[in-house]
């Protein structure tokens, strides 16, 4: 998790936590223990880029597509799996890594409008 804080989007504070010893390590009845812990919490910087349970910054642009399978059905839908290169652009400045190319391999859907993403079909 410290990389996410190095990136900003966490930050983390100590705090106790209770616990309980189990009964088998030890001769007497159940007791509570206090342990430290770290407590993790998105930072404000963060919370503008916070949607439904995922952080998402940036723009995702196709640099190369490098194969794809030629396009077959599947279930009544026309499918193919493409690996492509991408980049990912206008990240906020709180997210301190730069942008590099990566690879990424993802099945689309051939629907009215178009090939598109699996996940949004």
Known sequence: MKEYENTGLLK???TKIETQASKFFIK??????????LVYDITDAAKAFYKNGRVCVGKVKVAEIINFTVPSELMGQ?????KYKYTISDLPVWL???????????????SGKGWIHSKLF
């Open 28 to 37: 007497e009845k159940s007791r509570k223990e206090y342990k430290d812990a």
């Open 96 to 110: 301190k890594k730069a942008p590099e190319q990566k690879v990424k391999k993802d099945v689309l859907i051939l």
């Open 78 to 82: 026309e499918v193919s799996t493409v």
């Open 12 to 14: 983390s504070k100590t």
